[in-house]
Structures are given as structure tokens and as C-alpha cells.
């Protein structure tokens, strides 16, 4: 896709910035693929932001998602949060916020890197656990890829947003 398609509903369309804003506080990412054949494949992952780059970890073995980065290079990255379904004025409708990316992903070769990502997705997932974090990516390094995707597009769309905790 060369151009973004507009979008239908213009008035949920968001700022650029709330956009990585809902990547950065979303829990999980759907990163969609093509394999060879032309076959859509999505997988839910966890991930972390930094530096408007989003990072996923794998493992080393190959696998369909590992085949598919390295055969295509290209990736949607998905991300809703403020998920409330509602009844309002007599319909069904659902308050959310979602954040959809193209880009480009590649596997990160920098230990230095690989290290500070895993420490970012401990944290993230597991903070309770902080004092087992260096021992745990000690024991797993050897075994865990880093993967990072740089961005093309990234767009936002919200409906009946929640209102932002201060």
C-alpha cells in the first residue's frame, strides 16, 4: 500500500503521537505476516516500545512467524486497549482505542540490545520479579531472539474513549 486509506470516520481518527500513546500503554500486539504463498498469518505477542520502535522476543528455532519475518520483512502491527463494551441510547457499541503500523521488522544482532529489551519486557510483564530478571536473561539468552520493527505508517483510531486516568 503506497497511500493510507482515509479513513471513514474521520472523527475518530487520532493525532500520530495518541497513537504511539496506545502503543506504548497497550498489553499485547497482534503483528500480521504474508507467507510465501500469499496466506495472511496474525499472532499475538507481547512486546515493549522504545524509541518508536516496537520489539518482540522469539525463539531461536524456526517456526511460522520466524519463517514469515524472514521471508517478507513487511508486517501490520495491531494494538486495541480501552476495551468496554456498552449499551448506549439504545444500541450496542464498544468505547476502544487502536493503534494499527506498518513497517518493516528485522532481528536484532547487538547483545547489548538484546539484553536491555528483555530487561523492558520483564519489567513490563513481570515488575514483581525484578531482583530474578539478570539471572533469568542470563540462563535464556542463548536461546531467545529480539526482534524489532521500524515503522512505515502508524495510525490511530478511537470510539467513546475512556476517560484518561491522571
Do not use: N
Not at 499472532?43 to 531461536?60: A, C, F, N, Q, R
Not at 508486517?75 to 456498552?86: F, K
Amino acid at each position: 500500500m503506497t497511500q493510507p486509506y482515509p479513513m471513514q470516520m474521520k472523527h475518530r481518527e487520532l493525532s500520530r503521537q495518541e497513537a504511539f500513546e496506545i502503543l506504548e500503554e497497550g498489553e499485547f500486539a497482534t503483528i500480521s505476516t504474508v507467507d510465501p504463498d500469499g496466506t495472511p498469518y496474525g499472532v499475538p505477542v507481547s512486546y515493549v516500545m522504545m524509541d518508536e520502535k516496537l520489539y518482540i522476543h522469539t525463539g531461536k528455532r524456526p517456526g511460522h512467524k520466524i519463517d514469515d519475518f524472514t521471508h517478507d520483512s513487511r508486517v501490520c502491527v495491531s494494538v486495541a486497549s480501552e476495551l468496554e463494551p456498552i449499551y448506549e441510547d439504545t444500541f450496542f457499541t464498544t468505547r476502544f482505542a487502536s493503534a494499527i503500523a506498518t513497517g518493516r521488522i528485522s532481528r536484532i544482532e547487538d547483545r547489548v540490545t538484546v539484553k536491555q529489551v528483555l530487561a523492558k519486557l520483564c519489567m513490563k510483564y513481570c515488575p514483581q520479579f525484578k531482583k530474578e530478571i539478570g539471572g533469568a536473561i542470563e540462563r535464556e539468552l542463548d536461546a531467545t531472539d529480539i526482534w524489532v520493527v521500524e515503522f512505515d505508517e502508524v495510525r490511530g483510531k478511537a470510539g467513546r474513549r475512556l476517560k484518561r486516568r491522571s
